[in-house]
């Protein structure tokens, strides 16, 4: 069974630092991981997609990594602000299958 | 810029009662998904469409959900009759290559 899992559950760091968030996944024969920030009560925001032959991709202050081998992807986030307080989900889609499958989520909060 | 439109936004109905939500996905985008979230976890594919074809329904508790595409384009979610448990925030997302995933606003289903 394909599982995606995020750890930690809630973060809360001070403004200004780097962060990184974690996702692990079960399957190596993942073919895409997307990232999406969710506020409270709100719908999905895709954040960044990395397709299985990259290894990265950058989008302002974010960056996301792919390591297809150790079943784990990383998204950093650069001079973080409380504006970037969110839960923060991962979802791999998988070879035969064009659903995600989503990890739990992390709660950040960024202390101002 | 183009988006996933959801209807209603909220939703509050009494446990037996009908319900259903409407999913207007991005223009030409083929395949359309609807996931059930409940509160502090990831989304969870109740099922997906390409074109007006279902494609998985695996996970539809299909004694009382149901979801129709009829012409391909917008979609309709049905519960009958609604259960306490089906508290969630329902969310559909569409895509064009059946890669990238764009996610509506959701509708926050409360019974009661």
């Not at chain 2, 074809?53 to 012409?71: G, I, M, N, T, W």
Request: charged residues 20%; hydrophobic residues 35%; negative net charge.
């Amino acid at each position: 069974k394909q599982e995606v899992t995020q750890i930690p559950a809630a973060l809360s760091v001070p403004e200004g630092e780097n962060l990184v968030l974690n996702c692990s996944f079960t399957d190596s024969a993942i073919y895409n991981l997307q990232w999406f920030r969710q506020d409270p009560g709100k719908g999905l925001t895709s954040l960044l997609l990395i397709q299985s032959s990259q290894r990265e991709q950058t989008s302002g202050r974010l960056n996301a990594s792919l390591d297809k081998s150790s079943g784990r992807s990383t998204l950093y986030i650069a001079a973080s602000q409380p504006g970037d307080s969110a839960t923060y989900l991962c979802a791999g889609g998988f070879q035969g299958a064009q659903k995600l499958v989503f990890g739990q989520g992390t709660r950040l909060t960024i202390n101002p | 810029e183009a988006e996933v439109a959801q209807s209603p936004r909220y939703k509050i109905t009494e446990k037996s009662q009908a319900v259903a939500f409407w999913c207007d996905p991005i223009s030409g985008h083929a395949t359309l998904y609807w996931y059930r979230q409940i509160l502090g976890q990831g989304p969870e594919l109740l099922v997906q469409f390409q074109d007006e074809s279902v494609v998985d329904d695996s996970q539809l508790p299909k004694d009382r959900f149901s979801a129709e595409r009829l012409k391909g384009v917008d979609s309709t979610l049905k519960i009958q009759p609604a259960e306490l448990g089906d508290s969630a925030m329902y969310l559909c997302a569409s895509s064009l290559a059946g890669v990238e995933q764009y996610f509506g606003p959701g509708t926050r289903l409360t019974v009661t």
